[in-house]
C-alpha cells in the first residue's frame, strides 16, 4: 500500500499536509483490515508499519478518534474500535437522513446546477450496472460508494459532508463484510436513477424519499445478514 509519503516529501511537506497524510492511511489501513477491529499497537509501531514519523500519525489518531475509529488506553496504546450489530445500525440511520438531505439539497438547486450533477450520477449509475453485469461485485462496491460521495459533496453542506464521511466510513465495514453474502444488487441500479429522475426534476421531496428509501433497502439487508450469520461485531 502506497500510503506514506516518500522521505524527500516528508522533509519538505508542511505538518498538516504530513497528519493529513497520516490520517488517509490510518484510516485506509482500518478500512481494508490490515488493522483490523480490535487491533492493538503503539503510536510508534502503527508510524513504523506506515513509514512514517510519530508526531504526525499521533495527531491523526486524535483526529480519528474523535471519529469513533479508534480509541487511546492508557496501557494498551491504540486500540481499532469494533461497531457491534447495533452500533451499525444506528450508522445507517444516521446515512438515511443524511443521503435524504443531500438528494433534497441537489433538487432545489437551478436547473443549470443540477443538470451536470445528473449527468455525473448517472455516469457512476451506468459503471455500476456494466460491473454488475460482469459480475465484478467488487467493482460495483466502489462505483456504488462514488456515486453516495458524489451525492454528498454535490449537496454543497460542508456540514453534511463532513457527518457523511465519518459514517459511511463506518459502515465500509459491514459493506466489505457482506459484500459476497448478499444477493445481487442489481435493484440498486433502478433505485439510483429514481433519486437521479426526481433530482433532474427539481422535486426534493421525491428526491429526498427515493434517496432514504434506498439507504433504507441497503441497511435492512445488512442488518439481516449479520443477524443470520451471527455477527457480534465488525
Not at 488517509?24 to 477491529?37: V, Y
Not at 428526491?207 to 451471527?230: F, S
Request: net charge neutral; aromatic share 4%; with cysteine.
Amino acid at each position: 500500500m502506497d500510503a506514506a509519503l516518500s522521505y524527500e516529501d516528508r522533509r519538505s511537506a508542511p505538518r498538516s499536509t504530513l497528519v493529513d497524510a497520516a490520517y488517509h492511511a490510518i484510516k485506509t489501513s482500518i478500512r481494508d483490515g490490515l488493522f483490523p477491529p480490535g487491533f492493538q499497537g503503539s503510536e510508534l509501531e502503527i508510524a513504523e508499519r506506515l513509514g512514517m514519523s510519530r508526531t504526525p500519525v499521533h495527531q491523526a489518531i486524535i483526529q480519528l478518534q474523535a471519529e469513533g475509529m479508534v480509541a487511546l488506553r492508557s496501557k494498551r496504546g491504540v486500540v481499532i474500535c469494533a461497531l457491534s450489530p447495533d452500533d451499525m445500525r444506528e450508522v445507517y440511520d444516521v446515512i438515511v437522513a443524511v443521503e435524504g438531505m443531500a438528494a433534497f439539497l441537489i433538487a432545489s438547486k437551478p436547473d443549470d446546477v443540477r443538470e451536470p450533477i445528473c449527468h455525473r450520477l448517472e455516469a457512476l449509475t451506468a459503471e455500476s450496472e456494466a460491473a454488475l453485469k460482469s459480475d465484478n461485485l467488487e467493482l460495483w462496491s466502489i462505483k456504488d460508494g462514488e456515486f453516495h460521495a458524489a451525492m454528498i459533496d454535490a449537496s454543497g453542506n460542508g456540514r453534511l459532508k463532513r457527518i457523511a464521511t465519518v459514517n459511511l466510513d463506518q459502515s465500509h465495514r459491514a459493506r466489505r463484510l457482506t459484500l459476497n453474502l448478499r444477493p445481487k444488487p442489481s435493484p440498486s441500479i433502478a433505485e439510483h436513477r429514481a433519486i437521479i429522475e426526481a433530482i433532474a426534476a427539481g422535486r426534493p421531496e421525491e428526491a429526498r424519499r427515493a434517496a432514504q428509501t434506498h439507504k433504507e433497502h441497503a441497511r435492512d439487508l445488512i442488518m439481516a445478514i449479520l443477524k443470520r450469520y451471527d455477527v457480534r461485531y465488525l
